[in-house]
């Protein structure tokens, strides 16, 4: 699934890197992969603290009212229909 999949949509994609170089070392990453969603940056983890996640990557998924609907730690396959179906249904 293309993250431009999401465009028209009632959704946002948001990363958060914990790279400790920060800017310097996630601008080139998301140039490289053609990535065009905002980034956070939490050098010091402290949002992936916050959250309970210990591993990366981490996946969160946040319902239209703000609330926490569903957390992954590892890879998630968002070309698998029934992930992708998921969350296109959140979008409404």
């Known amino acids: 699934m293309a993250f431009t999949d999401f465009q028209g949509k009632?959704?946002?994609i948001l990363t958060i890197s914990i790279d400790e170089g920060g800017?310097?070392?996630v601008k080139p990453f998301m140039a490289e992969n053609d990535y065009t969603m905002p980034v956070a940056l939490d050098t010091k983890s402290d949002v992936l603290g916050l959250y309970g996640l210990f591993g990366t990557p981490g996946t969160f998924v946040v319902d239209r009212k703000g609330m926490l609907v569903a957390k992954a730690?590892?890879?998630v396959d968002?070309?698998?229909p029934d992930v992708r179906k998921y969350i296109l249904d959140l979008a409404g």
């Open 10 to 12: 009632k959704i946002r």
């Open 23 to 25: 800017a310097k070392d």
């Open 73 to 75: 730690v590892g890879p």
């Open 78 to 80: 968002f070309d698998k």
